[in-house]
């Protein structure tokens, strides 16, 4: 195998940088010795995003022509984006280039009507009317093409048939003669004049498969000597990034890192000691054919059958004339030449969103209402599985979303701003309570729900997960010195030299087939490190290649280059549910708080008479936190990368605890004894807590008697009413018998001491429901001022 030295890929470097240099002893041409005419490329600045941009310079005397070649692809480029500016006192007079019109629109222009791809049958068919001269097998003929017809033909005694070509032809003396086209057929064109728009035909086809070359030609007007500025954007092969990673000898020296591009010159011409520079990014770019000859399509319009006017009957005037519409505000609504235009409508935006529950549970088939704040238009529409709604067309302005879904109360925000020719965002989370019952937020608010932010004011706030930011700068490498790549010529361009901090490591996570070996690179070469591919050299050899992202100033980044087999790891995974940790009481809800946990366990095994640094990547899940005895070595959007010491010949494990919260809320007005008999026997209930439900309980219990009570006398009225119908049923039946006076002031007796019972009766309702109005009351206040948070 061959083995490199760092000498050795240090003169290896030094000499590929010379080679993209003229040689020393070479004498630069001089300022005037261009080729006249010839404007050379002296800047070019090449972007991943396929473009590159090029600025030429010459010097010129007098009025002066310059010209450069370019290809059509190229040139609609070049009119997008060209700059010529004359740097002296003078002027540049136009900007030419030689037009070539559309294949199609060119073959338009000849007599024949004949397309690009033309078969014989089409250009005899062309060839209709015309005197021509027939000779081959049989006899000659002359005379004037009538018509070319394919006609079927038996070929054998079989019956087997054959498409061939007929062409019929009319002589001077009317005689009309038939000719099967066959390969030793000829057809002569007798016209002179059609027999060379048959070769102008020609040239034009072959003409379309020449050399895509397009001259463009700078009149410079002016006096004296001067120089002229060129600028334009063209499309150019994208430049790569390929970068080597020499690993120290000795422990604790740091890396060295060479980064190199790939330069391809596909222009047509050379770039001599041209000034480069290479950057990372993708500018918005397109291309628009405006090089190419544009016919617009005009209508035919028929004409008229007569010129002879049919009558016909107008509108007659209304009565009394609209007013104009008054003239916009200033600045809104201004028509060109100073005249106003009313805009009806308004502009339509749209607005989407999840409802879910405190625990992050979707709610489905919750309705949800948006309502226009300034006209009261409403929409509705209803969630789905994953608790997603979507509006659209909805007016641009403050808008009102109100949901509601059984078992929660009713969500409102407000001060929605819905954007035109957007898609808004606005998301809900439902707390358990009845529909009645009603929460209302900003949408300035900081949370999306305000009882959530109080809850989450008295809990332990948790620190926020990473969050993946995306490459977004442009970052330029400017070589410093010229370089010279001939035209159809590629080149190695260094870009980077420097020492960067890279610590050796093992990496794995549970995606992975097995361990690969790794760096923890730190770029601390103080430029951008574009990305690409890298090779990795330790001990003198190859050891391994891979891909890098683009790196920042400063950012350190985990690159795997191999496989590590002395490294074997083996998880174990277990699961348990813990009963409530946290109770908070906020405003008559009660929210508890329980866990559950998950352990894995990394048996890591190394083989090796080496020690290893193995990074074990273990998956970050939404809603899932880290145990608090738990500090990753650094986090991703996917992983927390945990670093794990393992000896030579020796083995180690990782225990990573998580717990994933989950939240249920209960109304107080619903309390029981019994819920608070399940919390006193599971332990989570102290003594702060006791005062509390016994409290709310006794509250509960007062208003319960006064309910039973009402429900009494409420019950006793029903027993009387009922009494009553039944004696007044009897008094009917009594009328003409013997008995009916002596029953009838019985029954008067009765009915008057019910009487006398329910105006008592109602009494005592009237006073019940008041005594259990204030004692409402009462447990509300009580619920209201409760604020209480237990850990266990």
């Not at 709604?389 to 109360?409: D, H, I």
């Amino acid at each position: 195998m061959c083995r490199l030295t760092r000498t050795c890929v240090l003169i290896v470097l030094l000499a590929i940088i010379a080679s993209a240099q003229p040689p020393a002893d070479t004498k630069s041409a001089p300022e005037g010795s261009n080729e006249p005419g010839r404007v050379p490329v002296k800047r070019v600045v090449l972007y991943k995003s396929g473009v590159g941009y090029f600025e030429h310079s010459a010097r010129v005397r007098g009025t002066q022509e310059l010209n450069i070649g370019f290809t059509t692809a190229q040139l609609n480029d070049v009119l997008n984006s060209l700059t010529v500016v004359d740097l002296g006192k003078g002027r540049i007079s136009g900007v030419r280039f030689n037009s070539v019109a559309p294949l199609e629109e060119r073959l338009r222009a000849l007599r024949l009507p004949l397309g690009e791809d033309t078969s014989r049958a089409d250009f005899l068919n062309a060839l209709r009317g015309t005197r021509v001269e027939v000779s081959g097998e049989g006899t000659p003929a002359a005379g004037r093409l009538l018509s070319v017809e394919t006609q079927k033909k038996i070929t054998d005694p079989r019956g087997s048939e054959t498409e061939v070509l007929v062409l019929s032809l009319v002589t001077d003396n009317g005689e009309l003669h038939s000719f099967e086209v066959q390969p030793g057929m000829t057809v002569r064109i007798a016209d002179r004049d059609l027999s060379e728009e048959v070769s102008r035909y020609l040239n034009l086809i072959a003409s379309a498969r020449a050399q895509d070359l397009r001259r463009m030609t700078i009149s410079a007007a002016g006096e004296g000597e001067r120089d002229i500025f060129v600028s334009y954007i063209s499309e150019a092969p994208v430049w790569k990034s390929t970068y080597r990673i020499l690993l120290p000898d000795k422990a604790g020296d740091k890396a060295l890192m060479q980064g190199w591009a790939i330069v391809d010159n596909t222009t047509s011409e050379d770039w001599n000691d041209v000034r480069l520079s290479l950057v990372a990014g993708a500018p918005q770019s397109f291309i628009q054919e405006i090089s190419q000859p544009y016919y617009a399509h005009r209508p035919v319009v028929p004409m008229p059958q007569a010129l002879t006017l049919t009558p016909q009957t107008h509108e007659a005037a209304m009565m009394k004339p609209v007013p104009a519409p008054p003239p916009p505000p200033p600045g809104e609504g201004q028509g060109v030449g100073g005249g106003a235009f009313t805009v009806t409508g308004t502009m339509t935006a749209n607005l989407q969103g999840v409802v879910k529950d405190p625990t992050g549970a979707a709610i489905p088939n919750a309705l949800v209402t948006a309502r226009h704040e300034a006209t009261g238009a409403l929409k509705t529409t209803r969630t789905d599985d994953q608790g997603h709604y979507v509006f659209y067309n909805l007016p641009s302005g403050n808008s009102t979303l109100v949901v509601e879904a059984p078992g929660f109360r009713t969500f409102t925000m407000t001060n929605i701003n819905v954007q035109a020719r957007r898609m808004s965002e606005a998301s809900a989370t439902l707390n358990v309570g009845t529909v009645a019952e009603t929460v209302t937020v900003s949408a300035a608010a900081p949370r999306a729900n305000l009882e959530t932010a109080e809850l989450s004011s008295a809990m332990e706030e948790e620190e926020p997960e990473a969050e993946a930011k995306g490459v977004g700068d442009l970052f330029e490498y400017d070589i410093k010195q010229n370089v010279t790549i001939g035209k159809n010529q590629s080149a190695l361009v260094p870009i980077l030299q420097a020492h960067v901090d890279a610590e050796k490591v093992t990496v794995w996570n549970d995606d992975s087939e097995a361990a690969r070996r790794a760096l923890w690179l730190t770029n601390t070469s103080g430029e951008t490190l574009d990305g690409g591919t890298f090779n990795v050299l330790e001990s003198e050899t190859f050891a391994g290649e891979g891909l890098l992202e683009a790196v920042h100033q400063g950012e350190r980044r985990l690159i795997s280059y191999a496989a590590d087999p002395a490294v074997r790891i083996k998880m174990e995974e277990e699961s348990s549910d813990k009963p409530v940790s946290k109770v908070v009481i906020i405003k008559g809800m009660m929210t508890t708080i329980h866990e559950q946990r998950e352990k894995k366990t990394y048996k890591i095994s190394n083989s090796d008479v080496a020690a290893r640094q193995v990074v074990i990547e273990h998956p970050a899940r939404s809603g899932w936190k880290l145990a608090d005895n738990l500090k990753p070595e650094e986090s991703t959007p996917s992983f927390h990368r945990f670093k794990v010491q393992v000896g030579p010949k020796q083995s180690a494990d990782l225990a990573v605890e998580e717990y994933h919260p989950k939240y249920s809320q209960v109304a107080l007005t619903n309390l029981t004894s019994d819920f608070v008999a399940v919390l006193t026997k599971q332990q989570r209930v102290t003594p702060a807590m006791e005062r509390v439900f016994r409290r709310i309980l006794d509250q509960k219990n007062g208003i319960a008697g006064l309910e039973a009570q009402l429900n009494a006398r409420q019950h006793e009225i029903e027993e009387i009413s009922n009494d009553q119908a039944r004696i007044r049923e009897n008094m009917k039946a009594l009328k003409g018998s013997a008995e009916e006076k002596t029953l009838v002031q019985r029954y008067t007796g009765q009915l008057n001491a019910q009487e006398d019972r329910l105006a008592a009766l109602r009494s005592q309702i009237a006073s019940l429901r008041e005594k259990h109005q204030q004692a409402q009351e009462a447990l509300d206040q009580v619920l209201n001022e409760i604020t209480l948070t237990e850990t266990f």
